[in-house]
C-alpha cells in the first residue's frame, strides 16, 4: 500500500466525507485502511481522541469481553444449555 507522508510527517491513505443514513451519520472506510488495520465487516473500532487528532485500532477482545458473551447466552438459552447437558 502507498502512503503519503504529509507535512507532519502522518501517513495518509484518502480523506473520506461523512454522510448521513437514517438518524447516524456513516463514514465508508477503503479496502486499503481496512487491510492495514486488518479489519473486516463486523469488527469492533476504537476511537481514542486527543485534542484534534483521532487514532483509529481494532478493538481486541478481552477475558470481560468472553465473559459478557457467555452471560448473555446463558440467560437467552441457559434451559437449552441445560436440557443438553442433562441428555
Known sequence: MKYEA????HSIIKEQKLWKTGNSTVVTIPKE???ALNVSVGDVLKFDILEEEVSVTKK??????ILKLVDRTLDRHGKIIEGLIER
Open 6 to 9: 504529509n507535512h507532519d510527517n
Open 60 to 65: 481486541s477482545i478481552d477475558d470481560l469481553d
Open 33 to 35: 485502511m481496512m487491510d
